[in-house]
């Protein structure tokens, strides 16, 4: 089966522009997810969808970052303005994981950010 | 709030020799563990979990809930195990978890020929 795929690969931004990244999951994936990977560390969840809905988002940057999963299927996210601490790999997973059960997520290449 | 620890950022091993990744947790209620791994130039992919009770590619970890650890296990370390592993948390069947992840912080573990 097709993986998660998102675009773009790379992107280089001066800090206070605008960027957005987008995902596409796996076909029948209800759940998606988005983490930022900063350099040196684990990635931290961002927000976590449910098909169109939102399930937490209490890790995301609400000022600066927004998110959306309009139809159930392709997500993007939103950075404006960017800052420089913004710098990351922004992955994008996904799973058929439900409220009572834990199944394998699925990640994408991820989207390496450089706010300059 | 859960977190979860590995101590070691760099490990390095000769070929054949045993290797252990530690993970350490911390959560109040009954935790998911998960080893996930990352090749170079691969995606981050699903290695192991507590639950399963299985052996991936010589891989084995034991959730030792008195310790609050998840080390990860190898008898025989080969060079293409070389990567980065991390370890997750995944927490809360039933509310709202969906399979939410906390990571460490990763390990890079290396395997010298």
């Known amino acids: 089966e097709a993986g998660v795929a998102q675009s773009p690969r790379y992107k280089i931004i001066e800090k206070r522009q605008s960027v957005a990244f987008w995902c596409n999951p796996i076909?029948?994936?209800?759940?998606l997810y988005w983490y930022q990977q900063i350099l040196g560390q684990g990635p931290k969840l961002l927000i976590q969808?449910?098909?169109?809905?939102?399930?937490?988002d209490s890790q995301l940057p609400k000022d600066r970052f927004s998110a959306e999963r309009l139809k159930g299927v392709d997500s993007t996210l939103k950075i404006q303005p960017a800052k420089l601490e913004d710098s990351a790999v922004y992955l994008c997973?996904?799973?058929?994981?439900?409220?009572?059960?834990?199944?394998?997520?699925?990640f994408g290449p991820g989207t390496r950010l450089t706010v300059l | 709030a859960q977190r979860v620890t590995q101590p070691e950022k760099l490990l390095s091993v000769f070929k054949g020799a045993p290797v252990e990744l530690k993970c350490n947790y911390s959560y109040s209620g009954s935790p998911e563990l998960f080893w996930y791994v990352q090749y170079s130039r691969q995606r981050l992919q699903l290695l192991l979990r507590h639950i399963s009770r299985e052996s991936i590619k010589g891989f084995t970890a034991d959730l030792n809930k008195g310790e609050t650890s998840f080390h990860l296990k190898k008898p025989f370390a080969q060079e293409e195990d070389s990567a980065m592993y991390y370890c997750?948390?995944?927490w809360g069947a039933g509310g709202t978890s969906y399979g939410k992840l906390t990571f460490g912080q990763g390990t890079i573990l290396t395997v010298h020929p």
């Open positions: 969808f449910q098909n169109n809905g939102v399930v937490d």
């Open positions: 076909s029948g994936h209800a759940t």
């Open positions: 997973a996904s799973s058929s994981a439900s409220v009572i059960s834990y199944n394998e997520q699925f």
């Open positions: 997750a948390l995944s």
